[in-house]
């Protein structure tokens, strides 16, 4: 089969990282095609073309347009041209409802696009921009392939009768994580710096206000925080940061594609955000360098990590709650211990060749 996957730039994020992984993972008897319709960022560009080197990529194509019409005329030629059979698409947002067009003109039935992200209760007026959207795509008879329950679950709010949906975990290389992560660690020093580390975007829907203010509140000089990420709300969280009395040249390492060996520098791994989260991929990559994780209490996380069997759960925005449980788990290496037990276990359901196999299952079995 033909597969064409859609982004819509080479960002450094969750749904870039899916089509890598789905890409690199997907059964070679198939061929992969990538379109992307936003040249403008390249963070990712170099790591997707390595695919065409590895031959898990036939193509990549970037595309430029200035206007629906014509983003849907070259589309539609290069579907034709290629004879692609079906599409992933990650992004979904209004761009995608004219590739969704394009694609039925061209004939193919199967095209499914991933929703990362919860549908949450914001103003009225946003409400009625995501329900238009998902209504149209509805309508055009795409498969709405959710990250998680949750996310499936919060979609209900829009009303619309969906008329093809699944449930597709995001996943991570587990075995590469394990292996570099193990790797390393055996060559680590006994009484280095004892690191509390959160891998998340700077934006409204994570929640680093809550981790800093907790994290200020601890005084162990043992103890670092770090930061990784860049976004939206850099310039005030780095701010908060130098208010609480924190460094944040220290705090805040910027963009970095290194995770493994991030995570294996990591005694506790820490994700605080709101219930606007939709997955977060850095849980089950934490999952799988077998770090002690405590996260929001949200659905999303709660999903993810078992309701609490592999990682602590927290009340989001609590930072009096969220102090506690740091402390508890800077003070005992017991319990760190402790709470990152049969991990190795729980996160092979979220590895990359067994999600995968779901995709692959999905794309031969909806027409």
């Not at 990529?57 to 200035?66: A, D, G, M, R, V």
């Not at 067009?101 to 992200?117: C, D, P, T």
């Not at 499936?152 to 292996?179: A, G, P």
């Not at 800077?330 to 996160?347: G, P």
Request: aromatic share 10%; proline share 2%; with cysteine.
């Amino acid at each position: 089969m033909k597969i064409l996957h859609v982004i819509d730039g080479f960002f450094l994020a969750g749904i870039e990282n899916q089509a890598f992984e789905i890409i690199r993972n997907y059964p070679e008897d198939n061929k992969s095609f990538l379109l992307n319709t936003n040249s403008s960022i390249k963070y990712t560009f170099e790591k997707f073309n390595s695919l065409k080197k590895q031959k898990k990529l036939i193509e990549l194509k970037n595309i430029k347009s200035k206007f629906s019409l014509q983003l849907i005329y070259l589309v539609f030629r290069y579907l034709k041209k290629n004879k692609i059979e079906a599409l992933i698409i990650y992004p979904c947002h209004k761009k995608m409802i004219y590739v969704v067009i394009a694609a039925r003109l061209a004939g193919i039935e199967k095209i499914f696009i991933s929703v990362q992200n919860v549908v949450y209760k914001k103003n009225n007026f946003e409400i009625y921009k995501i329900k238009t959207l998902f209504a149209i795509l509805n309508r055009l008879n795409v498969c709405f392939v959710a990250a998680s329950k949750s996310i499936l679950s919060s979609m209900q709010i829009l009303n619309i009768n969906l008329k093809k949906y699944e449930v597709i975990y995001n996943s991570c290389d587990v075995t590469n994580i394990q292996k570099t992560t193990n790797k390393i660690r055996s060559f680590e020093k006994k009484n280095k710096e004892k690191v509390i580390t959160m891998i998340a975007r700077l934006d409204q829907i994570k929640d680093h206000e809550t981790l800093l203010r907790a994290f200020s509140n601890l005084d162990y000089s043992d103890w670092k925080l770090k930061i990784i990420g860049e976004g939206s709300k850099s310039f005030d969280l780095k701010r908060l940061a130098k208010n609480l009395g924190l460094n944040p040249e220290l705090v805040f390492c910027g963009e970095r594609t290194d995770i493994p060996e991030i995570l294996s520098q990591t005694n506790i791994f820490a994700f605080s955000t709101t219930e606007a989260e939709g997955f977060g991929i850095v849980l089950i990559e934490a999952m799988a360098a077998n770090l002690p994780i405590i996260a929001s209490d949200v659905s999303a996380c709660r999903e993810i990590l078992l309701q609490g069997k592999a990682g602590m759960l927290v009340p989001p925005a609590d930072i009096k709650a969220w102090e506690n449980s740091l402390r508890e788990l800077m003070l005992s290496s017991i319990k760190r211990e402790k709470l990152s037990e049969n991990l190795c276990n729980y996160v092979q359901q979220y590895d990359s060749h067994y999600i995968v196999r779901k995709w692959h299952k999905l794309l031969n079995s909806r027409n």
